[in-house]
């Protein structure tokens, strides 16, 4: 998820002793794994990984919150191994890495980009900026 808005001045912070730690997060890579974003270092995505697995098409066809993984086989591009991207070896030269041809650098196999909740697939939602997410889930308060 990506945020739009930038921080701004600011005279000081009431309260901050009840403040546990503060988090800064960017586009480089967070966690134990390179795989890692905002979503799943904060957590929030298991609650989304789960909200996917209730809808009535996901129950149809037997999908769990594993399915809406791109680390778990089921649910991820088997192409990319859910990466996204392919590597390509430049041997002297630093490697590149392409969007994968199969899953369009979305992650998830067609099966999983089918079922949709409130119009949008699990790609779409891994795109949101936050204010969209926070929109988009506002009437689910553990997202």
Known sequence: ????RSAGA?????????LDKVI????S???RTPRSNPATYTGVFTYIRELYSRT??????GYKPGRFSFNVKGGRCE?????????IEMHFLPDIYIPCEVCKGKRFNRETLEIRYKGKNIDDVLNMTVEEAMNFFK???RI
């Open 24 to 27: 800064v997060i960017d586009q």
């Open 10 to 18: 600011h005279d000081g912070i009431l309260n901050y002793q009840n």
């Open 29 to 31: 890579p967070i966690g």
């Open 79 to 87: 192409a990319c191994n859910g990466d996204g991207l392919i590597k």
């Open 139 to 141: 009437n689910i308060p």
């Open 56 to 61: 009535h098409d996901s129950r149809i066809k």
């Open 1 to 4: 998820m990506r945020t739009n």
